[in-house]
């Protein structure tokens, strides 16, 4: 050691009180100002600042979220498993309300009994005020036979009971006219081949020159039968068949003919013309010309039709 370094250790002035710390060394009971780096303070953790949420992760859901959402009500559980995530639960309620807006969504129908807010709504539908309202489309129109107006004019009045709006009823009109036109056709084939056979059978029954005498006579019958002509054989049988297609029918209005006119001759009107004329033309030879009668064998021509006539009633 130095002497002057001795001379400051001597020196009372440079010797601080007894007890005091020294003025550079913190008091030991005192815990220092700044903590040490990376060790964190004893005791209760500090709170967080204040945030108003910008760039914060948002706080995790628990798992059992719908639950907590839906408390007891079961439906409104249901309906939120649908969703995987509270976001879309969000997007889903937002694109509800914007439906609403829109106006896509329309009110309930009212009570039938008021008649100007059932006019109002149905307005709101787009459906007529009446049954002759509805306007079928032109494809649909144009294929509509006589014996399909009925048919549509009872659906129409059916569909505005129902409040069809008008695109159900096009729809409804378009099947219809479809499954008409099929069926009439299939109908049409099964005619065809009923006749033909028909007329197969009665040509086995018939010889080649009694065939178009019997069916004339057959025709005769059938059209003098009733006031209605001979359109009762249009007339079906529960297998679709016409009369007029059946052969044994047909045989028997032959033989009803030939019962009530006598003969084939008289199978048409035309036919009994000529028979009642060709009688009057020889019965006035007979009375003028008596050897014109019996050379041009008149008499034998003549008994032939005095027997037709007498078989007719």
């Known amino acids: 050691m130095t002497e002057a370094n001795q001379q400051i250790i001597d020196d009372p002035a440079n010797t601080p009180p007894a007890g005091d710390p020294p003025p550079t060394d913190p008091p030991a009971s005192d815990p220092p100002v700044t903590p040490p780096a990376g060790d964190p303070p004893a005791g209760d953790p500090p709170a967080d600042p204040p945030s108003d949420g910008a760039g914060d992760p948002p706080a995790a859901l628990p798992d059992n979220w719908r639950e907590l959402a839906a408390g007891d009500n079961e439906d409104q559980l249901k309906l939120l498993k649908r969703y995987g995530s509270l976001t879309g639960v969000v997007k889903a309620l937002q694109e509800a309300q914007n439906t609403i807006r829109s106006g896509k969504i329309k009110r309930d129908m009212p ?29 649909v129109t144009k294929r509509i036979v006589d014996a399909d107006k009925p048919v549509l004019s009872s659906f129409t009045e059916f569909a505005h009971a129902k409040n069809a709006p008008p695109a159900f009823v096009e729809m409804a009109a378009e099947w219809y006219v479809d499954m008409a036109e099929k069926a009439a056709e299939v109908q049409g084939q099964a005619d065809t081949k009923a006749r033909e056979d028909a007329e197969d059978a009665l040509r086995d029954n018939w010889s080649r020159d009694e065939y178009k005498g019997n069916m004339q006579l057959a025709k005769r019958f059938m059209a003098g039968a ?88």
Request: aromatic share 8%; net charge negative.
């Open 111 to 139: 009570d039938a009994s008021d008649t100007k807010a059932m006019a109002e709504w149905r307005k709101e539908q787009g459906i007529p005020d009446s049954p002759e309202g509805y306007k079928l489309p032109e494809p």
């Open 226 to 313: 009733g006031d209605i002509g001979d359109a009762w054989t249009e007339a079906r049988l529960p297998d679709g068949r016409r009369l007029g297609d059946i052969a044994s029918f047909v045989q028997w209005a032959s033989d009803q003919g030939r019962n009530a006119f006598g003969d084939v001759v008289f199978s048409s009107s035309d036919a009994e013309a000529k028979h009642t004329s060709r009688r009057a033309e020889i019965e006035k030879t007979m009375k003028t010309d008596i050897g014109k009668y019996y050379e041009e064998g008149m008499d034998k021509e003549y008994a032939q039709i005095l027997e037709r006539d007498s078989k007719r009633k």
